[in-house]
């Protein structure tokens, strides 16, 4: 191999001795399922999220680099809120959506099923990654499943904008489904908002939204500016 074939390696070397300091620095943290919320789901969800991770076979699925908001931090929402209060992260973009007369609810979803839809398909991609095909399917009724929560962000005309489908697993909650249409800082109005009513329910440890490491630089400065942070996983079920 030549000097010039060894030069080339350095930077992929020298990246993947950052990722792993990176990892050697990540808090750790202890997420408890509980499968009396919803036996089947619940079970399945432990499942996928400690079975080996699809590139890196020694590390399970989502143990590593996990975005977690640590919701004991905060003695209340108001105070997670002043956390993330400076300008353009979350707090201070969650009071510029409400000035434009943005609210989030707890919603039934086949209030909106046309506006589910219409968020659904108006991107083709999102993040860089073309959206799955499954999102053009209208859905004609939806089920509410045991352990879930389904939150909106609805305009000053009642439109839904953007929603959440929110898993509670145990003694943290995940974002599933995330999607939104607009970009008058409705995404960070509702996830600031889910954490602000978790934190107020004095019941959970933790918020997670899927990884942070492994996220696009874009996606992990939205995550960033929300107060998530990433983390090492242990996982157990009760």
């Not at 995404?187 to 978790?198: G, H, Q, T, V």
């Not at 997670?208 to 929300?226: I, N, Q, V």
């Amino acid at each position: 191999m030549t000097t010039s074939d060894n030069s080339g390696l350095w930077p992929t070397v020298l990246a993947r001795l950052r990722l792993l300091g990176d990892i050697v620095r990540l808090p750790r943290a202890r997420l408890c399922f509980d499968a009396t919320l919803n036996p089947e789901l619940v079970r399945r969800t432990h499942a996928s999220f400690t079975m080996p991770h699809p590139r890196y076979r020694i590390v399970r699925n989502k143990s590593l680099g996990v975005a977690l908001i640590d919701l004991r931090a905060f003695a209340s929402g108001a105070d997670y809120l002043q956390s993330v209060a400076q300008k353009d992260h979350a707090g201070y973009q969650a009071r510029r959506a409400r000035a434009r007369g943005y609210t989030v609810a707890e919603i039934d979803r086949n209030d909106y099923i046309d506006d589910i839809h219409r968020i659904n398909t108006s991107q083709h991609v999102r993040q860089g990654r073309p959206m799955d095909p499954a999102y053009a399917d209208r859905t004609d009724h939806y089920v509410a499943v045991d352990s879930f929560r389904y939150y909106g962000v609805l305009d000053a005309g009642g439109k839904l904008v953007a929603y959440c489908d929110l898993g509670i697993y145990g003694d943290f909650a995940a974002t599933d489904r995330l999607l939104g249409v607009n970009s008058d800082g409705v995404m960070y109005l509702l996830l600031a908002d889910i954490a602000c009513r978790l934190i107020d329910e004095y019941r959970y440890n933790y918020l997670m939204y899927d990884t942070y490491l492994g996220a696009l630089p874009g996606l992990r400065e939205f995550k960033r500016k929300l107060g998530f942070a990433p983390y090492r996983i242990r996982y157990a079920i009760a």
